[in-house]
C-alpha cells in the first residue's frame, strides 16, 4: 500500500512542476531549480521522478539538489531555488509572512529513530543529557521536542539540544 502511495507522490510531484511551465517553453528553454532538504526515503518522489525521467517526458529540465533543512527554505525565498520538497520549514517561514505557497504534504507524520548509549534505556533517562539534532525548528527538532515533551521532559530546562548542523552532502544520492 505505502508502494502505492509513493508513485501517486512521483506522479504529483511530475505533474506540479509541469504546471509550473508555460506550456510553449520546451525543456531545452527552461531549467527549474528544485531543492530537497533531508536524505531519506521520505524524499524518494522527487529522486525517483529525475531518475524515472518523469520531468523530461512532461517538458521540464530540473536541476535537483540537496540542501540542509532551513537552508532550503531561505534559497527559496531568496529566489535561488524556486520549488522545493521541504519539511516544517515551510510552513513556518509561510506563518511568519514568507511569500511561499504550499502545495501538498508527502507523509504526514516524523519518521524518526532516537539512538542512545545502550545505559540509557528510556527517554525520561535523558533528563540531564544532551542531544543532538540537525539545526533549529528543522524536522528533527521538532521531533526531538514533541518526544521529550510526551514523555515528560522540558526539552529547554531538562535536556540540552546540541545543534549538529546538516548531514554531510557526500552521502547525497
Known sequence: MRFNAYFRQ???????????????????ELTLRAVYNALSGIMAPIWLAADAGLYAKHGVNVDLKY?????????????????????????????????????????????FQ?????????????????????????????????????NGLDPDKDVKILYAQDIPTSSTP
Request: proline share 4%.
Open 10 to 28: 512521483l506522479g504529483a510531484v511530475a505533474l506540479l512542476f509541469g504546471l509550473l511551465i508555460p506550456q510553449t517553453t520546451t525543456a531545452q
Open 67 to 111: 540542501l540542509a533543512a532551513t537552508s532550503a527554505v531561505q534559497a527559496m525565498l531568496s529566489g535561488g531555488e524556486e520549488v522545493g520538497l521541504v519539511g516544517n520549514q515551510g510552513i513556518d517561514a509561510k506563518l511568519e509572512g514568507a511569500e511561499l505557497v504550499y502545495v501538498a504534504g508527502g507523509v504526514p507524520t516524523f519518521v
Open 114 to 150: 532516537l539512538y542512545g548509549r545502550p545505559e540509557i534505556k528510556t527517554v525520561a533517562e535523558l533528563k540531564g543529557k544532551v542531544v543532538a539534532v540537525t539545526q533549529p525548528a528543522a524536522s528533527t527538532d521538532y521531533a526531538m521536542r514533541m518526544v521529550l515533551r510526551k
